[in-house]
């Protein structure tokens, strides 16, 4: 009789394809799709870019992709983030790198302890990633991604919080287990009263079987942690902090263990007990890892506050009635309406009422905002007094503040080329902390003085209880996480982790003007009137003949009379005078506006305003004159203004030593006058978008330049600098061109951002020598090297303090950057 036949497994493979333009190649990939191993259908999409493939063969993605990209096409995939659990060191994040990157499909994996995430890019199946990482030993799951960042996450602030909490209970249960052993083996040594106490009423052997106890119920209790996962990494040939931890107290435990029960295995001279070293050794290690996992969760508060912005629910109105949903149930079109006081739930733009809203912790910028009919609103800012309904128009991760997080947390995950040389050292740190360890036992048990075996022992444990590479894998990530999250606070936002280290390294901020060091749209800066004329009345009667124009100038001084609350007049007999102005009727006089050649076209002389021309002509702006019925009334200016923070920007960009350079467009004279009033170094004018990018190669031959721009019109500017700044709100937060984002769309931002990173990087290094000055001073000091000379031996338990004291304080100073002061308040002069 024949078997059954085994039951086959289909599976349906969705890859988004890039690069096809037409029918030939829709063909050219299902041909190859269909060649593929286990492929049983394929088809494929040009008007949604994707292909739909059916398989019958476990893990077929990764070869799905080898084929679409060996037909001459991409498969375009997000990164993907996992949580991983069980890193303690740095050796840790390069074992969980490399099992990553061995998955096939894997372009580029990056993991970091500090965050405890990994993230990596390619086409690799899930189930292939999860199963890497937990073959290397490491717990691991999909992150759930809520608002696009961890902060949104909240399983995983719930299993931090858990951690933290079992750290504290395993520290003090170890704590109250180790205070009375260590009373019993050090009071003895320390006070000679509790020695003959213990001596005659306990007794040594009974002394020794109590510590045992202890020590026995502290490693295998509070203390089994490191055993369970160190020697399992020891045994894979992948030794780790744990391993480190283990091997130190399990052989002071085993051998006080021999020298209670089997005395007779030592020599009579080698016959103590290290109990309490080996119970005070993982006592503080946990007490310093409890202290690390609260420092740890401080690090990203910044990002967390930024995510709780949201809030729960939104009254919306729908079916002529208005009612409370959960935030989540938000659809673009929905009408929301906002009451005094209340959180905007997302972003969109107003439809009714007026009101001033507190948008300060999304841009840095202190001073509420007027939003109107039309305006913008952005989700988690504050409504003031007033009340107004919006339209949604974008939700969930599609929103400003879930796209501020991402790009926060992308941030903090990068790993700057700084780290490049942590990575190679801590790659063999551990192996060789052991080799070190062993070698010092040897030489100690070879050429000691007696009790050589327990010297050997004693050194030993030392060496391999104080060296600490978790110091070296935090000193990098946690100041990235911290200084990032500052720069979130205050409106400065790092797209690419990398620019922290590169624009610190800038020498030349290279500067757009329109925009950027100006409002960007043109405005009334100078009216002056001659004698006998009104200015309001002059500025009325201006703005009723130019109402009839389209021009940039033309509206410019419309809104200057509007702004001033003028009535607006009407304008009869219009005539548009090319080249020279207009003119019109306007309550019965004749009002002309113009160039001075059209007022001399009409006979009038305009030297009566010679040295107020001639002041505005140094300033670089246009002189335009206003004669009504026949008279010279005044003279006008309509320029771009600069920006109010602008002054203070450049200052304290030259108080970083940074030379300020201008790049614009605009005619040489407007943009030499601009740079003398801002004391700008130098100036690169009438330069096209190719111009620019020119003009930022040329710069760049003198040192690092960084490029402050709109992030739209500067985009190729901003992507050949060095590091691209992109000044600017909503729009420019997807502006792909731009490194950092100055959310407080003012220039201000720009010496925040340096001064930011510059901090940031110094912490880096001050972090760095601390952890690797610490090992290179302390491993030989545990190894005996001061015996000789000073009859100096360290113990255990003190090798211990310092190991867990060692990556506190690298934790602790990057904690520091939470009270970064930035040179300029956002938006403020």
Not at 716 to 735: K, Q
Request: aromatic fraction near 4%; glycine fraction near 10%.
């Amino acid at each position: 009789m024949n078997a059954p036949a085994k039951a086959r497994h289909f599976e349906t493979i969705s890859l988004p394809i890039e690069g096809m333009t037409c029918a030939s190649c829709v063909g050219r990939v299902e041909r190859a799709l269909k060649a593929a191993p286990g492929v049983t259908e394929a088809s494929v999409n040009l008007a949604t870019e994707r292909a739909e493939i059916r398989v019958d063969a476990p893990g077929a993605r990764a070869s799905l992709v080898a084929a679409v990209e060996a037909a001459g096409y991409s498969v375009r995939s997000a990164p993907v983030r996992l949580d991983v659990e069980g890193m303690t060191c740095a050796s840790c994040v390069g074992r969980v790198e490399r099992a990553l990157a061995a998955v096939p499909g894997v372009r580029a994996a990056r993991v970091n302890l500090a965050t405890e995430r990994a993230e990596i890019e390619g086409a690799a199946d899930m189930s292939a990633l999860l199963a890497a990482v937990e073959a290397a030993g490491y717990g691991v799951r999909p992150v759930a991604d809520e608002t696009g960042g961890e902060a949104g996450d909240g399983a995983a602030a719930a299993r931090r919080e858990a951690e933290t909490a079992a750290l504290r209970r395993d520290t003090l249960i170890a704590a109250a287990l180790t205070l009375p052993l260590f009373a019993f083996e050090m009071g003895g040594h320390l006070i000679p009263a509790i020695h003959h106490w213990i001596a005659s009423t306990v007794g040594q052997t009974q002394s020794w079987a109590v510590q045992f106890g202890l020590a026995t119920l502290v490693l295998a209790g509070p203390g089994r942690r490191f055993f369970e996962i160190g020697l399992p990494a020891l045994a894979r040939g992948a030794p780790d902090m744990n391993s480190l931890v283990a091997l130190g107290a399990g052989a002071a435990f085993v051998y006080s263990t021999i020298a209670t029960f089997m005395a007779e295995l030592l020599p009579e001279d080698a016959r103590h007990v290290y109990f309490e070293a080996a119970a005070v050794i993982v006592t503080l290690i946990l007490f310093g890892r409890w202290l690390e996992a609260r420092a740890k969760g401080r690090t990203s508060e910044a990002i967390r506050r930024l995510a709780a912005l949201r809030p729960a629910t939104a009254r919306v109105r729908r079916a002529g009635r208005v009612e409370t949903v959960a935030v989540e149930a938000l659809r673009p079109g929905d009408i929301v309406e906002m009451r005094p006081g209340e959180r905007v739930p997302a972003d969109g733009a107003v439809t009714e009422g007026r009101s001033f809203v507190d948008e300060s912790m999304l841009t840095g910028e202190p001073v509420p905002v007027e939003k109107t009919e039309g305006a913008a609103v952005t989700g988690g800012a504050v409504n003031g007094a007033g009340a107004f309904a919006f339209r949604v128009e974008a939700v969930g991760a599609e929103t400003m503040l879930a796209q501020i997080v991402r790009m926060v947390e992308a941030a903090q995950g990068a790993k700057l080329p700084i780290q490049a040389m942590v990575d190679r050292v801590t790659m063999w740190f551990v192996p060789a902390v052991m080799a070190v360890a062993a070698a010092t036992f040897a030489l100690w048990f070879a050429f000691g003085p007696e009790p050589a075996l327990t010297h050997a022992l004693v050194a030993a444990v030392a060496v391999l209880i104080i060296a600490c590479p978790c110091a070296m894998g935090l000193a990098t990530p946690v100041s990235i996480m911290v200084g990032t999250g500052r720069g979130a606070e205050i409106g400065v936002l790092f797209r690419r982790g990398e620019a922290l280290q590169l624009l610190r390294e800038a020498r030349i901020v290279a500067l757009d003007k329109t925009g950027t060091l100006t409002e960007g749209r043109p405005a009334l800066t100078d009216l002056e009137t001659a004698e006998g004329f009104d200015r309001a009345e002059v500025l009325a009667a201006v703005a009723a003949v130019e109402a009839n124009s389209e021009h940039p100038i033309a509206r410019a001084l419309v809104a200057a009379a509007e702004a001033e609350g003028l009535a607006r007049e009407e304008a009869g007999a219009f005539e548009s005078v090319t080249g020279m102005g207009a003119r019109a009727d306007v309550a019965g006089r004749r009002v002309e506006v113009g160039a001075d050649r059209f007022m001399a076209s009409l006979g009038l002389d305009a030297a009566l305003f010679g040295d107020t021309a001639a002041r505005l002509g140094d300033e670089g702006k246009t002189p335009l004159y206003a004669a009504i019925d026949g008279r010279l009334a005044a003279i006008l200016a309509v320029a771009d203004p600069i920006r109010e923070t602008t002054p203070a920007a450049i200052a304290a960009l030259h108080a970083l030593g940074l030379e300020v350079v201008m790049v614009t467009g605009d005619n040489r004279r407007t943009a030499e006058a601009v740079a003398k009033r801002l004391g700008i170094d130098e100036v690169v004018a009438e330069a096209l978008p190719e111009g620019k990018v020119e003009a930022v190669r040329r710069l760049k031959a003198r040192g690092r330049v960084a490029f402050v721009g709109d992030g739209i019109n500067d985009a190729p500017a901003l992507a050949e600098a060095d590091t691209g700044l992109a000044v600017g709100g909503g729009t420019d937060v997807a502006a792909e061109a731009a490194d950092v984002v100055l959310m407080s769309g003012s220039v201000a931002g720009a010496p925040n951002a340096v001064a930011l990173s510059r901090a940031t990087i110094r912490n880096i290094r001050q972090n760095l020598f601390w952890a690797f000055a610490y090992n290179a001073a302390l491993i030989p000091v545990a190894a005996g090297a001061l015996q000789p000379a000073f009859g100096l031996m360290l113990s255990p338990a003190l090798a211990a303090a310092a190991m867990a004291l060692s990556s506190v304080f690298v934790v602790g100073n990057a904690l520091r950057l939470r009270r970064f002061a930035p040179p300029l308040a956002a938006g403020r002069a």
